[in-house]
């Protein structure tokens, strides 16, 4: 079976299967998407495979997908705006002005891994290789980071 044959036979079948595996249609969504990009990137190798077989890793890698993007979220809580913060900041709600001003104060070798962290979405390895640090130093300078705005958001009440 090729690709586009597999895209236009499974991909509602495997939409619905992940819907009612996560309970959450733009989440399966998400997944079904992740997979046929994936199918792509490996469309040689699918398509020598048994049907069968390529159903079966076009399930499993939607399925996948979804448990990174449900794992991420719960790491994950969110000020009510788009920057989302480690979980031991969860009680301290701002406002979205409050937290560019925040930011803003922040210097740009604390700033810009925080950003591309949480507006991002890349983790510290992606961060380091975008910065050209290493992942440690990455952690770093993000917590330390999350440290100033604690800091900053205190001394400000």
């Not at 009612?20 to 990137?41: I, M, N, P, W, Y």
């Not at 794992?71 to 031991?88: A, K, T």
């Not at 560019?100 to 380091?128: A, C, D, H, V, W």
Request: proline share 3%.
């Amino acid at each position: 079976m090729n690709l586009e044959d597999a895209f236009n036979e499974l991909r509602e079948a495997i939409l619905n299967s992940m819907i009612s595996f996560c309970r959450d249609a733009e989440a399966a969504e998400d997944g079904v998407s992740h997979a046929f990009t994936q199918a792509l990137k490996n469309k040689h190798m699918l398509e020598s495979m048994p049907e069968a077989a390529m159903k079966a890793w076009l399930y499993a890698t939607a399925r996948n997908a979804i448990v990174d993007i449900k794992r991420r979220q719960s790491r994950l809580v969110y000020l009510g705006f788009d920057i989302p913060v480690e979980d031991d900041f969860t009680d301290e709600l701002l406002d979205k002005n409050m937290a560019e001003e925040l930011l803003e104060k922040l210097p740009e070798e604390l700033r810009l891994p925080l950003s591309l962290k949480y507006y991002g979405g890349l983790n510290s390895t992606e961060i380091g290789r975008e910065m050209e640090l290493n992942a440690a130093t990455v952690r770093t300078r993000i917590r330390a980071a999350m440290k100033k705005l604690r800091e900053t958001k205190t001394n400000s009440n």
